[in-house]
């Protein structure tokens, strides 16, 4: 009767970390931009909309640590405000991508056969059109809005999940367990749902930490390329959108909101390189 309980070779989520500085910094970094996104108001006492047209381009200072834009309005502020958009729309849309993308995944390799094939033809489809061209196609036929962008990114990433949760699933039906279980008289939605659900997931979730930093940079990009949230509302791509033409005069305008989005893609690709060497274990 053991083979009936839920069977868990390996762990869902990193019993522990290596904790190297540049692992911690990269937690120091995401939390505080995680706090920006909760609570801005505790950063930063200037408003995202608010400027003033006398302090026009003001460069980095005490003041203004990222200086501010031709409205006059603090960019610091703007960057702190922005997170929570661009970071709401990628959650959002690794939420899609997994929850979809794990199901595509986990029917194909336990259904098998033409039920396998066929679905593994259409993700490969998707595979072989560039992400961020099929999320910018998405998000045209659907209107351009924050909500609309994550749908599109999240749509955009699902064949990738798909593929990574297939692959786990042919290799956990074939362990003794599930064999043993089956030899049990257990049913195959007994085995699915005990058995083969739960170790798989753990590469799942592995890249599903990793596409947090890829879905920030592509939030971004389709940001900068005008098909997310309108102005004034600040959004980290918009940001460096809106300073392009001054980048040889005020350089601050597009390199500091540029430079704030690359560290904290850097920093989730760090944590995330850490969950993916744990699971390997």
């Known amino acids: 009767m053991t083979a009936i309980a839920l069977t868990l070779k390996k762990p869902i989520f990193p019993t522990k970390l290596a904790w190297q500085p540049i692992l911690v910094l990269s937690w120091i970094i995401v939390?505080?931009?995680?706090?920006?996104?909760?609570?801005?108001?505790?950063?930063?006492?200037?408003?995202?909309?608010?400027?003033?047209?006398?302090?026009s381009f003001a460069p980095p200072s005490a003041e203004h640590w990222f200086g501010t834009?031709?409205?006059?309005?603090?960019l610091f502020a703007r960057t702190v405000y922005g997170s929570r958009t661009t970071l709401t729309a990628t959650l959002l849309a690794v939420m899609i991508a997994f929850g979809i993308g794990a199901l595509v995944g986990l029917t194909a390799g336990f259904a098998g056969g033409f039920t396998d094939t066929a679905i593994m033809r259409v993700v490969d489809v998707f595979l072989a059109i560039p992400?961020?061209?099929l999320a910018m196609v998405v998000v045209s036929v659907?209107?351009?809005?924050?909500?609309?962008?994550a749908l599109a990114v999240g749509i955009s990433a699902i064949a990738a999940f798909a593929r990574v949760m297939r692959a786990q699933v042919l290799t956990v039906v074939n362990q003794d367990y599930?064999?043993?279980?089956?030899?049990?008289?257990?049913?195959?939605?007994?085995?699915?749902?005990?058995?083969?659900?739960?170790?798989?997931?753990s590469s799942v979730i592995a890249l599903a930490a990793l596409e947090i930093g890829t879905g920030v940079l592509a939030v971004a990009s389709l940001g900068f390329l005008g098909y997310g949230a309108p102005p004034p509302q600040p959004e980290w791509g918009l940001l460096v959108a809106e300073g392009r033409d001054y980048v040889a005069v005020h350089p601050w305008a597009s390199i500091l909101p540029?430079?704030?989005?690359?560290?904290?893609?850097?920093?989730?690709?760090?944590?995330?390189?850490?969950f993916r060497k744990e699971h390997r274990r």
């Open 31 to 55: 939390l505080t931009v995680i706090g920006w996104a909760i609570f801005p108001s505790l950063f930063t006492d200037y408003s995202p909309y608010a400027g003033d047209p006398t302090a």
């Open 69 to 74: 834009d031709r409205l006059g309005r603090d």
């Open 131 to 133: 992400s961020l061209l």
């Open 142 to 149: 659907l209107g351009y809005s924050t909500n609309n962008i």
């Open 178 to 201: 599930v064999k043993a279980a089956y030899g049990l008289g257990v049913g195959r939605l007994g085995v699915m749902l005990r058995h083969v659900v739960p170790n798989s997931l």
């Open 258 to 274: 540029g430079l704030a989005l690359a560290i904290v893609v850097i920093a989730t690709h760090r944590i995330s390189t850490s």
